[in-house]
């Protein structure tokens, strides 16, 4: 991977991660859902822009690119048939959904990490650790968004979903962290991450709503609250 194509890369995540922070500072739970219908429009995009294929290990719903659009789109009518006339099955929904993006995002990464582990000793890995830091910057973002798009559409979180929370919030932060300790000309572009108007207002988010999701633990629930162990992901 040359300079001139990681730092193409790097710029295109960076405006991914301050989009999607901005979008959750500035954004109501509505708005927020017709995002995602835009976003389901980009990654068919995507996934259909891709010329050739990866063997996957053996996993069932990578074995090839239709077949993974076929899982795509039989999971997302499923969860667009569903009866959502309650806040327990609003939040199944928001959960079950998280649980297949974030299972098919960590088939991608730990690809990506056999990668780096082939790379080992060439003049490439040091960008693919760094690129991999970032992917997985973005993917416990976009957990923590979904945590608290849970909060905004039911006025709470359970104690584990708000130690979840908690977790993926400073994973973000350290994969971002950890991008600039391979590659010495990303620090300026996490200092740039971490001083934008969009990151201030994020951390202020988080900040509130895990006060206000705590008041409400504390209120109505007695039981003691486990501290979240969090563990990065090589």
């Known amino acids: 991977m040359s300079l001139k194509y990681f730092k193409r890369f790097v710029t295109i995540l960076i405006q991914i991660f301050l989009t999607n922070t901005s979008k959750f500072t500035t954004g109501s739970v509505s708005e927020l859902e017709l995002d995602f219908i835009e976003q389901r429009s980009q990654t068919d995009e995507a996934l259909e822009n891709i010329t050739g294929w990866r063997d996957f290990s053996g996993v069932a719903m990578f074995k090839s690119k239709l077949r993974l659009q076929i899982r795509i789109d039989d999971f997302r009518e499923l969860q667009d048939n569903r009866n959502l006339s309650s806040k327990e099955q609003n939040e199944k929904l928001a959960l079950d959904s998280l649980d297949f993006y974030t299972y098919t995002t960590r088939v991608l990464l730990d690809d990506l990490s056999n990668i780096i582990i082939a790379s080992n000793g060439s003049q490439t890995w040091r960008y693919l650790v760094t690129y991999k830091n970032m992917l997985r910057a973005i993917e416990s ?11 905004m559409g039911n006025g709470e979180l359970s104690p584990d979903d708000y130690a979840n929370y908690i977790e993926t919030h400073f994973l973000c932060r350290e994969y971002m962290l950890q991008s600039q ?33 705590l008041s409400r633990i ?5 039981r ?11």
């Open 181 to 213: 300790y391979f590659i010495t000309r990303m620090r300026e572009s996490i200092a740039l991450i971490m001083e934008s108007d969009q990151y201030m207002q994020y951390t202020r988010r988080y900040e509130s709503l895990i006060q206000a999701v």
């Open 141 to 151: 973002l976009g957990i923590e968004i979904s945590y608290g798009i849970i909060f």
């Open 224 to 234: 003691p609250l486990s501290v979240p162990t969090i563990r990065i992901v090589e």
């Open 218 to 222: 504390l209120k109505f629930d007695r």
